[in-house]
């Protein structure tokens, strides 16, 4: 089986900084995009950026100029770096992957939580 980690959630204060971790393990022949979504309260989920394995990257509008995507295609492992935080940014954040292993299809971590308040 596939298995997606995340790490690196908390809580910080608006200005700060929070760095998130998601490795896959597991049968993998390669991957494909991997990203990162989050989903506040009441709201529904929304892609926060993603990454090619050539190393493309897409970012909303929301956290360009903040947020930071990029990846270790060599440990299978996608980071976001998030600086300047806002309270907004306050969610549960989703790693997922599009992964090549018996078949083809996304995967996805079980979530952590990023919280920015003062």
């Known amino acids: 089986q596939v298995q997606l980690e995340e790490s690196g959630g908390g809580v910080v204060q608006p200005g700060g900084s929070l760095r998130l971790s998601c490795v896959a393990s597991?049968?993998?022949?390669?991957?494909?995009?991997m990203g990162w979504y989050r989903q506040a309260p009441g709201k529904e989920r929304e892609l926060v950026a993603d990454?090619?394995?050539?190393?493309?990257?897409n970012y909303q509008d929301s956290v360009k100029g903040r947020f930071t995507i990029s990846r270790d295609n060599a440990r299978n492992t996608v980071y976001l770096q998030m600086n300047s935080l806002k309270v907004d940014d306050t969610a549960v954040y989703y790693c997922?992957?599009?992964?090549?292993?018996?078949?083809?299809?996304?995967?996805w971590g079980q979530g952590t939580q990023v919280t920015v308040s003062s």
């Open positions: 997922y992957a599009d992964i090549n292993s018996y078949w083809r299809r996304d995967y």
């Open positions: 597991g049968k993998i022949f390669s991957i494909n995009v």
């Open positions: 990454i090619t394995s050539h190393h493309r990257t």
